[in-house]
């Protein structure tokens, strides 16, 4: 079985869907092959958490995944690559960004782009028949953990994953970053979810830190 994601050299690679084509410049490398992409830890948190020591992050490939806060796709498209047989719901509230996720999403059929507002989960739920088994949110706002909150009850199905990428000093500025997260984990624990999981994703994305959540 080829391997969607490789750990070689001090460094992750993922499967390339879309063999030939690079998303943001990375490089491409064959191995057995097969081409992969290189996913570096320095622009993608889902890699950060993956090489800080992360261990809930494990789709099988053919996962649906609700992906808040998508940008231009950089780590959407090395999503993509993970569940090639799946579907990646890649959700943005910016117009620039958009346009450059619309390019990266043409070339890859697995990717559903979505211009909306991560915070009224209402109104992109149609795009999503069923419940998902991961929500994935990256989103540089105060009120980040209530906006996961509430699309991991929206979305997220029966004992699936919820990863947060938080940014502390979107939240306070002031505050020391582990106790923005310790309040961070209190709230999903009010809103219903186990936490399963704390890495702070320093050096790579400093005052940063996955927190990975399960619905009950």
Known sequence: MIPPVLHQGGRWHTLN??????VYRERLRRVQGQEYREWSVRRSKLAAYLERGGRQFHPRGDERILYLGAASGTTVSHVSDIVARGRVYAVEFSPRPFRDLLHMASQRPNVVPILSDASAPDAFAPYLLHRVPIVYQDIAQRNQAQIFGANAKRFLGQKGLGFLAVKARSINVARAPRETYELVRRDLKAQ?????????????????????????
């Open 17 to 22: 869907l879309v063999p030939g084509q690079r």
């Open 192 to 216: 219903g979810l186990e936490v399963r999981e704390t890495i702070e994703l320093d050096p790579f994305e400093r005052d940063h830190a996955m927190i990975v959540a399960q619905a009950a």
